[in-house]
């Protein structure tokens, strides 16, 4: 694996760190001021978000409707700046208590050691069942 890709995964891997933490100045820290983030938007968090405000905006609504942490299967940088991460997202939805396990594809688009654009991908059907499920119920998705 060449230095490039390396140095990718190395962005990508400290902004799931900074996530698991909690630490929004780190992850905000890891962000182009221009960067985007894109997730359907079937989910409240979802849409597209520009620059730092958006990320803050996307990071808040998303913890604010569910406590996850993403748990990477595979991740793998292509050396022209895209690093996939495929894995499962598992948590609680704050409002119902109802947990969830639904598949992800999360695709980051890193240059100049920063994210310009991340794009999350999950099976939202089942994360909406999760979301709209009666409280304490339980989820799960292939």
């Known amino acids: 694996m060449g230095s490039t890709e390396q140095q990718d995964l190395a962005v990508v891997r400290g902004v799931y760190e900074a996530f698991g933490r909690g630490d929004v100045a780190a992850i905000t820290a890891r ?4 960067g ?7 989910l409240p968090w979802g849409g597209t978000h520009h620059g730092h405000a958006g990320l803050g905006h996307f990071l808040g609504t998303l913890t604010g ?3 996850s942490v993403p748990e990477s299967q595979q991740l ?3 050396g022209d700046g895209h690093v ?3 894995g499962r997202t598992r948590g ?6 109802a947990g969830f396990d639904v598949a992800e594809v999360h695709v980051w688009t890193v240059r100049d050691g920063v994210v310009t654009r991340f794009e999350a991908y999950l099976d939202d059907a089942a994360m909406q069942a999760a979301l ?8 799960a998705a292939g």
Do not use: I, K, L, Y
């Not at 985007?36 to 079937?42: F, I, K």
């Not at 709209?132 to 989820?139: E, I, K, M, Q, V």
């Open 76 to 78: 793998f940088a292509d």
């Open 132 to 139: 709209r499920a009666p409280a304490g119920a339980s989820t």
């Open 36 to 42: 985007t983030v894109a997730q359907s938007p079937a």
């Open 65 to 67: 409707h569910v406590a």
């Open 84 to 86: 996939v991460q495929v």
């Open 31 to 34: 962000f182009a001021e221009d």
């Open 92 to 97: 609680v939805v704050r409002a119902n208590g």
